[in-house]
């Protein structure tokens, strides 16, 4: 492609996507396609000859955008929303046209020193201890799939990175705790790292949704008493069901006690920290061995950027670290090589759109428009608190709101877990919002999450005659 070409469909690539920005609300949120839609309209082999741009281009309207389901819309009120931010879109073109693998120092500087710098930053919005080192994932999932492989790693002596855990009769059952609320990530790496999911203990919550330390504890007790050996704790900041918190500072004493490794997973969450009122949220996590954050979930940065930041970074490369003859440094050279400290080899410049977004925004700029996404939560959940028909069923901790339709004199669960099935159903199928839901104590339960840079308190109000019309048209229908 001539300098001359891709300047012209650059140019009217921006323009399409400037024009797709300002316009993303009057777009449906979900799209009205069924399952082999999409494929059924592309070709079954690929292109034998070169295809001018243009039509490419005309086949993002044509093809793909029939089967978007728009996470930037303002009304995406579904899962935990991610914000592909206008800064942060163009810092992803900037890192695609770079196209460099910061798996090395030498590989990239900047890459790898941009990283150091940005997580940085981030470091200090959250105000988490100086000593703690940052590294860059995909996900989420990856980042606490590396943090349970460091946990298992600080067991130096059971030598599992050289023997593995298959066929060994001299290692004992290992047991990580989460609560019953942790993520699936947490089973996944128990499946990826050879514990199997048997390894995975699940302690009770109170009604609150929160770990229960007492809980905890009996049961590192009852695990050690019949040879099983602990070795990890992974608390939860923001629960992926109801962003509940866990009791960190006293799940912190119970680790420490037990020499146990404490991971925090704040992958949603943790980003409310960088308000100041909200700081608590993070209690305790000063006292963890690693936590992850995502900055793709609330600030503004578009998929796919995970932060883990450790204050063990050694067992971490201690875990992961092999340096093949052909990517040995220049010895001496004092510097950070990112390839050691995760599965990762190859990595991309993400640190450049959590660049542009952190400088674009400033702290101000992003604490400011957190603070409304709970100011508009609680709003909502006031709504749903005073209206007769509706109820909530989990605290409001941060901009997650939990509930479902319920009204007088109707009191049959699975009637009402149904009801409110279809109901969501109904809502996502008008294009003009997408929830979704979870199981909250056997109830089927409608989530509004509030966290997208564009969402505005007339968007939460248009979602909310929304759902009050759908809720009377189902009822009475
Ligand atoms: C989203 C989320 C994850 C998984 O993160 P990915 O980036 O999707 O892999 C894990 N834990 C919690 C609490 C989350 O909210």
Same mark, same amino acid.
């Given at each position: 492609?001539?300098?001359?070409?891709?300047?012209?469909?650059?140019?009217?690539?921006?323009?399409?996507?400037?024009?797709?920005?300002?316009?993303?609300?009057?777009?449906?949120?979900?799209?009205?396609?069924?399952?082999?839609?999409?494929?059924?309209?592309?070709?079954?082999?690929?292109?034998?000859?070169?295809?001018?741009?243009?039509?490419?281009?005309?086949?993002?309207?044509?093809?793909?955008?029939?089967?978007?389901?728009?996470?930037?819309?303002?009304?995406?009120?579904?899962?935990?929303?991610?914000?592909?931010?206008?800064?942060?879109?163009?810092?992803?073109?900037?890192?695609?046209?770079?196209?460099?693998?910061?798996?090395?120092?030498?590989?990239?500087?900047?890459?790898?020193?941009?990283?150091?710098?940005?997580?940085?930053?981030?470091?200090?919005?959250?105000?988490?201890?100086?000593?703690?080192?940052?590294?860059?994932?995909?996900?989420?999932?990856?980042?606490?799939?590396?943090?349970?492989?460091?946990?298992?790693?600080?067991?130096?002596?059971?030598?599992?990175?050289?023997?593995?855990?298959?066929?060994?009769?001299?290692?004992?059952?290992?047991?990580?705790?989460?609560?019953?609320?942790?993520?699936?990530?947490?089973?996944?790496?128990?499946?990826?790292?050879?514990?199997?999911?048997?390894?995975?203990?699940?302690?009770?919550?109170?009604?609150?949704?929160?770990?229960?330390?007492?809980?905890?504890?009996?049961?590192?007790?009852?695990?050690?008493?019949?040879?099983?050996?602990p070795f990890c704790v992974v608390a939860t900041v923001g629960s992926t069901s109801c962003t509940s918190i866990d009791p960190v500072a006293a799940i912190?004493?119970?680790?420490?006690?037990?020499?146990?490794?404490?991971?925090?997973?704040?992958?949603?969450?943790?980003?409310?920290?960088?308000?100041?009122?909200?700081?608590?949220?993070?209690?305790?996590?000063?006292?963890?061995?690693?936590?992850?954050?995502?900055?793709?979930?609330?600030?503004?940065?578009?998929?796919?950027?995970?932060?883990?930041?450790?204050?063990?970074?050694?067992?971490? &490369?201690?875990?992961?670290?092999?340096?093949?003859?052909?990517? &040995?440094?220049?010895?001496?050279?004092?510097?950070?090589?990112?390839?050691?400290?995760?599965?990762?080899?190859?990595?991309?410049? &993400?640190?450049?759109?959590?660049?542009?977004?952190?400088?674009?925004?400033?702290?101000?700029?992003?604490?400011?428009?957190?603070?409304?996404?709970?100011?508009?939560?609680?709003?909502?959940?006031?709504?749903?608190?005073?209206?007769?028909?509706?109820?909530?069923?989990?605290?409001?901790?941060?901009?997650?709101?939990?509930?479902?339709?319920?009204?007088?004199?109707?009191?049959?669960?699975?009637?009402?877990?149904?009801?409110?099935? &279809?109901?969501?159903?109904?809502?996502?199928?008008?294009?003009?919002?997408?929830?979704?839901?979870?199981?909250?104590?056997?109830?089927?339960?409608?989530?509004?999450?509030?966290?997208?840079?564009?969402?505005?308190?007339?968007?939460?109000?248009?979602?909310?005659?929304?759902?009050?019309?759908?809720?009377?048209?189902?009822?009475?229908?």
């Amino acid at each position: 492609m001539s300098a001359e070409e891709f300047r012209q469909y650059g140019h009217q690539l921006i323009d399409w996507i400037a024009d797709l920005f300002a316009n993303i609300g009057d777009f449906p949120v979900f799209p009205d396609v069924q399952p082999g839609d999409i494929l059924s309209k592309l070709p079954k082999a690929p292109p034998v000859k070169g295809e001018p741009m243009g039509e490419i281009l005309a086949d993002v309207d044509r093809v793909i955008m029939p089967g978007m389901t728009h996470w930037n819309h303002p009304r995406f009120f579904a899962y935990f929303t991610s914000s592909g931010s206008a800064p942060g879109v163009l810092g992803e073109l900037l890192s695609a046209a770079f196209n460099v693998n910061g798996m090395l120092w030498q590989s990239c500087p900047s890459a790898t020193e941009l990283e150091q710098a940005t997580l940085g930053w981030l470091r200090q919005m959250l105000e988490l201890p100086s000593e703690y080192f940052g590294i860059i994932y995909d996900g989420g999932s990856n980042s606490t799939f590396h943090a349970i492989a460091a946990a298992r790693e600080q067991f130096a002596e059971l030598e599992i990175r050289e023997r593995g855990l298959a066929g060994r009769s001299d290692v004992p059952k290992l047991r990580l705790y989460t609560s019953d609320q942790g993520h699936s990530s947490i089973d996944k790496a128990a499946i990826a790292l050879g514990l199997g999911l048997d390894s995975v203990r699940r302690v009770a919550v109170n009604d609150q949704y929160q770990m229960n330390p007492q809980a905890l504890e009996e049961a590192i007790a009852e695990d050690r008493s019949v040879g099983v050996l602990p070795f990890c704790v992974v608390a939860t900041v923001g629960s992926t069901s109801c962003t509940s918190i866990d009791p960190v500072a006293a799940i912190a004493d119970i680790s420490e006690r037990e020499c146990l490794w404490l991971h925090v997973d704040a992958a949603h969450g943790g980003a409310a920290a960088v308000v100041p009122e909200m700081r608590y949220v993070l209690d305790g996590c000063e006292r963890a061995d690693s936590i992850v954050v995502n900055p793709h979930k609330w600030l503004f940065v578009p998929l796919d950027l995970s932060v883990l930041y450790t204050r063990k970074p050694e067992v971490l &490369r201690r875990a992961f670290s092999l340096v093949p003859e052909y990517l &040995r440094t220049i010895p001496g050279v004092e510097a950070v090589n990112y390839m050691d400290y995760g599965i990762p080899l190859g990595r991309r410049f &993400r640190a450049l759109k959590l660049w542009f977004v952190l400088r674009y925004f400033g702290v101000e700029g992003i604490t400011a428009r957190i603070r409304e996404h709970l100011r508009l939560a609680r709003q909502f959940a006031k709504w749903v608190d005073d209206h007769p028909e509706f109820e909530r069923l989990a605290p409001v901790p941060l901009s997650t709101v939990c509930f479902r339709a319920h009204w007088p004199g109707m009191d049959d669960d699975d009637l009402l877990n149904h009801f409110n099935e &279809r109901l969501m159903q109904a809502i996502n199928h008008t294009g003009e919002a997408f929830l979704s839901h979870t199981k909250i104590s056997g109830r089927f339960t409608l989530r509004l999450v509030v966290s997208h840079l564009w969402t505005s308190e007339a968007h939460v109000a248009r979602v909310w005659a929304v759902i009050q019309r759908h809720f009377q048209l189902l009822r009475d229908g």
